[in-house]
């Protein structure tokens, strides 16, 4: 069974930083892409950051300069490198490995005070 685990979320101030990490375990096939996507409460769940398996990557315009994605194929992790971090970059950050199929973690939330 493949399970992602987030971890490093938590409250900040704005202009702070926190890195997300999402280790995944379990039997799966190539990990073509690996991300974050977040979701503030009564908002759809967004893209955040992408990054692929040859580590072409993608970003939100609104995270541009400022979150970073990269990934550790010998641990099957992913992480999100968070700074200048702002109130509306509040929300439930959840990981995201497209492989044969999509799978989602639970979520760590980022809170960002003003």
């Known amino acids: 069974q493949v399970q992602l685990v987030e971890s490093g979320g938590g409250l900040v101030q704005a202009g702070g930083s926190l890195r997300l990490s999402c280790a995944v375990s379990?039997?799966?096939?190539?990990?073509?892409?690996m991300g974050w996507y977040h979701q503030a409460p009564g908002e759809q769940r967004e893209l955040v950051a992408i990054?692929?398996?040859?580590?072409?990557?993608n970003y939100a315009d609104a995270v541009k300069g400022r979150f970073t994605i990269s990934r550790d194929n010998t641990k099957n992790t992913v992480y999100l490198q968070m700074n200048s971090l702002k109130p509306e970059d509040t929300a439930v950050y959840y990981c995201?490995?497209?492989?044969?199929?999509?799978?989602w973690g639970q979520g760590t939330q980022v809170t960002v005070s003003s």
């Open positions: 995201y490995v497209l492989s044969n199929r999509n799978y």
């Open positions: 379990g039997s799966i096939f190539s990990m073509h892409r």
């Open positions: 990054i692929t398996s040859d580590r072409s990557t």
